[in-house]
């Protein structure tokens, strides 16, 4: 079957995945040539033996026998071993470093990527497709359901050769027995402790999937890939002593049924001599009983896993090959002193999902220190100006301007080192209360942390927690209120010591004692900085240099709280609204 442009390229990216194991392919390789060596050595030597030993009665093959046979045993053992275990540590690594890759690229993605992707799309790719991909990778195992079969087909058919010599076979049950109950217990707990880290990998994504904005907003990737790092790699030690446990106890199984063989031939050369059972009949019960120990490799079977191997790589490879929206130029302008001027020239935008224009030419200038606030109804825009202000994407149409220079010809990092946001939903790391306000900066001194909780009025509620600033606030800040997690955000935001803050609707989920707390807070911020803000509830902007009323992605009307109370336009038809 011939083999299509985009199929080779497929094979040879998922192959990239195995170069850096070339030295344990090798090994592995040579392990199977070793154990195809030994096997086809020993059906070799059953001639020679069979007509030495029980025809010609050949004391002296005996005694080589005795030597020769435990040898070959005890290497095909540890080759078996080598080869399983190298294997699997090989399947293990490439699934290890594809997790990094992806995990990497989502924070390289732009927003619009997860406008149009389900997370549960993105962790099915993560988790199932890269299993899969294991699987095909490392050959899939044979089905134990139909090991299981070929036992007791086999089974039966050692009881209808020879009743006693079946009999005797099953002495050495228990040794069976203890192995798997040795190895059982090894693998029971491995596999509970492999599973739960393997929850832990998982979390880290949904963690980072819904916390993309912010980590975008404080350059938070490399922190936040560090982290899963660690979570990653242990579970890859966890899971390579599972499958140290798995690799060993299948060689061992198949050494006790050697050994079993070992001891019937005395047995059965004894029973021969005796006149007991002829020849034949004994050679026959010794094949039947060492193919209960022998591998089924079910070809057709591997091959429908490898396709849907391939399958999920080629789901995976569309995602790692996915386009940055968001062009970064190969030698961007690096702002060292931002002064935090800002303007918007003829600047359309609409989202890839939409036909219509969510923003239509915009044109404004934020002044430094300046504090601006947009104001409109739901989807009139006032979150699109905080996204194009942080390049979550570029405009359509027109240029955003910062201190004068175009937008997309300023380092992204740097663009985002001196923004710092605030959002509606509030979102927290189950972390430390100190670490979740050092994601605002990683460098940040324990007096900047101090100053931070002091200005979001944070100190009073951080204190009462049971180990302060190194409690853990629990998953999506379970352990703290809205109006806490919100004082977190804006410590975080402080801590940054931002030339423009972005303030994206920061009090509209929360009542009205929590709003009055947050917004003291806020307050408290505002000063020495460029403050743009989006709110629904006009009390939190009465106090704004210019307010900006958006309608239909269109400015309607700009200027001071009583300058458009006066005007008795929509920024008055909104307020009196809120006021009846």
């Known amino acids: 079957m011939k083999i299509s442009p985009e199929q080779k390229k497929l094979y040879k990216s998922l192959f990239s995945y195995l170069k850096p194991h070339k030295k344990r392919m090798v090994i592995a390789f040579v392990s199977m040539a070793v154990l195809a060596g030994i096997r086809g050595l020993i059906v070799y030597l059953v001639g020679p033996f069979i007509q030495g030993i029980f025809i010609d009665k050949n004391t002296k093959m005996v005694k080589i026998l005795l030597i020769v046979l435990p040898i070959l045993f005890i290497i095909r053992l540890l080759a078996e071993y080598i080869n399983n275990y190298v294997m699997n540590y090989i399947g293990q690594k490439t699934v290890q470093q594809m997790r990094e890759d992806i995990f990497i690229k989502i924070h390289e993605l732009p927003m619009e990527f997860y406008w149009r992707s389900k997370t549960g799309d993105i962790l099915s790719r993560v988790m199932n497709d890269i299993g899969n991909i294991q699987s095909a990778v490392q050959f899939i195992p044979l089905y134990g359901v139909r ?66 904005p912010i980590i975008k907003a404080y350059n938070y990737e490399d922190e936040s890939v560090k982290k899963f790092r660690f979570s990653n790699q242990e579970y890859f030690n966890k899971v390579m002593k599972y499958l140290r446990a798995t690799s060993l106890s299948g060689p061992v199984m198949e050494f006790i049924g050697s050994m079993v063989v070992y001891v019937l031939i005395f047995i059965g050369y004894k029973w021969i001599m005796s006149g007991q059972i002829t020849a034949g009949v004994f050679f026959s019960f010794i094949a039947a009983f060492v193919t209960v120990y022998m591998p089924f490799k079910n070809i057709s079977n591997m091959n429908s896993k490898l396709q849907i191997g391939m399958a999920s790589w080629e789901r995976i490879y569309s995602l790692l090959n996915e386009k940055k929206v968001v062009e970064v130029k190969s030698n961007p302008v690096v702002l060292k002193n931002p002064k935090g001027k800002i303007e918007f020239k003829n600047v359309h935008y609409k989202y890839p999902t939409s036909d219509g224009y969510v923003l239509n030419d915009i044109n404004l200038v934020i002044n430094p220190n300046d504090i601006v606030a947009f104001v409109g109804s739901s989807g009139s825009g006032k979150s699109t100006i905080i996204q194009l202000l942080l390049r979550f994407f570029d405009p359509v149409k027109g240029q955003i301007l910062i201190d004068d220079y175009d937008i997309r010809d300023l380092d992204l990092k740097s663009l985002r080192e001196f923004m710092s946001i605030v959002t509606q939903d509030t979102i927290v790391f189950n972390d430390t209360i100190e670490n979740n306000i050092r994601v605002g900066r990683l460098d940040s001194t324990e007096k900047d942390i101090l100053e931070a909780i002091e200005v979001s009025d944070s100190y009073n509620f951080i204190k009462k927690m049971p180990q302060g600033l190194k409690t853990v606030i629990g998953e999506h800040g379970l352990k703290v209120s809205g109006g806490q997690k919100q004082r977190l955000a804006i410590a975080r935001a402080v801590v940054r010591k931002p030339r423009i803050l972005l303030l994206d609707e920061a009090t509209s989920n929360l009542d009205s004692k929590s709003e009055e707390v947050v917004q003291k807070a806020i307050e408290n911020v505002l000063k020495e900085k ?9 009390s939190t902007v009465v106090n704004a240099d210019q307010i900006f009323v958006l309608k239909n992605g269109e400015v309607v009307e700009h200027g001071k709280h009583d300058e458009l109370i006066k005007h008795n336009g929509e920024y008055y038809n909104l307020y009196k609204k809120q006021n009846i």
């Open 530 to 538: 460029t403050v743009v803000m989006t709110a629904h509830r006009l």
């Open 147 to 212: 090991d299981m079969l070929t036992v007791i087909f086999v089974t039966f058919f050692l009881f209808y050769i020879n009743f006693k010599l079946a009999i005797f076979s099953l002495v050495f049950l228990p040794f069976s027995l203890v192995a798997l109950r040795i190895f059982g217990k090894k693998m029971r707990k491995y596999s509970r402790d492999s599973q739960r880290l393997i929850s832990d990998v998982s979390n880290s994504f949904q963690e980072s999937l819904g916390a993309i």
